[in-house]
């Protein structure tokens, strides 16, 4: 059961980590955080893990029983939720967990990859001028080999996040680094479907090399084009997990648990 104790201030880890709760700190622009964005977290958490193939209700006299926290800060959390697109007001004016779509995730997917390719463009621009240095990106990829070698799917990914991470704190944009942060969000519930498959860790270190070498070249057109080719990659594989889950999970029973009740 999640708890939340009156009082208490979540810090969420350092910028280099990659991890989800990194992206919340981007989100929340690295501010100590508050009992709504502690719940804030904790529901992002439910979100991610949520069914894949049908509207999921989200319950608040149970998610402030299960979570330990007032209705007012839930209710803070849920109206943030729903301004970053990964909640909805249903017709009984209930909030819900959008079922996941292709369509979705399309458009999300290919907002990400404008970003990150205008963000990879300007440290390539930013090393060809002699005004940064690649070797936290050598060194995070390294770690993405290490993970990839002793079979570490989850921390691979985690550290492949790193890197994406690293190359927006070396671009020195704030705004694109904002943006992204929030479409990243939007994308986790997809991202989650990659987790444990090999195929995909296999693929992240070579990928990473290929935007590495382009920037070591100082060619910031083919390190842009490079993450470009990444990030479809993936798209690729997070549409045929989805289209899997979504063709071989049955719908809901009548009378499933809400999430308040599942957390317990």
């Known amino acids: 059961?999640?708890?939340?104790?009156?009082?208490?201030?979540?810090?969420?880890?350092?910028?280099?980590?990659?991890?989800?709760?990194?992206?919340?700190?981007?989100?929340?622009?690295?501010?100590?955080?508050?009992?709504?964005?502690?719940?804030?977290?904790?529901?992002?958490?439910?979100?991610?893990?949520?069914?894949?193939?049908?509207?999921?209700?989200?319950?608040?006299?149970?998610l402030s029983k299960n979570l330990n926290v007032s209705r007012t800060p839930l209710r803070e959390a849920l109206h943030r939720l729903e301004l970053f697109g990964l909640v909805r007001r249903g017709q009984g004016r209930g909030v819900i967990v959008p079922a996941m779509s292709v369509q979705e995730m399309e458009n999300i997917s290919r907002t990400r990859e404008r970003l990150e390719g205008l963000i990879v463009f300007t440290v390539g621009r930013r090393y060809a001028a002699d005004e940064i240095s690649l070797?936290?990106?050598?060194?995070?990829?390294?770690?993405?080999?290490?993970?990839?070698?002793?079979?570490?799917?989850e921390a691979l990914l985690d550290a492949g996040l790193a890197f994406h991470v690293e190359l927006r704190r070396l671009a020195n944009n704030p705004f694109a680094s904002q943006l992204l942060a929030q479409t990243l969000l939007r994308l986790e519930r997809y991202r989650h479907l990659v987790v444990g498959l090999e195929e995909r860790g296999s693929?992240?270190?070579?990928?990473?090399?290929?935007?590495?070498?382009?920037?070591?070249?100082?060619?910031?057109?083919?390190?842009?084009?490079?993450?470009?080719?990444?990030?479809?990659?993936?798209?690729?594989?997070?549409r045929h997990e989805l289209l899997g889950m979504l063709e071989d999970t049955s719908p809901p029973v009548k009378g499933r648990r809400s999430a308040g009740e599942a957390i317990t």
């Open 1 to 62: 059961m999640y708890t939340l104790m009156q009082g208490d201030e979540i810090h969420l880890q350092n910028a280099q980590d990659g991890s989800v709760d990194n992206l919340l700190v981007l989100a929340f622009q690295g501010h100590g955080l508050s009992l709504a964005d502690a719940a804030f977290s904790q529901l992002f958490q439910i979100i991610v893990s949520a069914p894949p193939n049908a509207d999921f209700p989200l319950k608040e006299l149970e």
């Open 203 to 238: 693929d992240i270190h070579a990928e990473h090399e290929k935007i590495l070498a382009c920037l070591r070249a100082k060619d910031p057109d083919g390190a842009e084009s490079e993450m470009r080719r990444h990030l479809s990659n993936a798209r690729r594989i997070y």
């Open 135 to 153: 070797e936290g990106l050598e060194r995070i990829n390294r770690r993405v080999l290490a993970f990839r070698d002793i079979d570490d799917i």
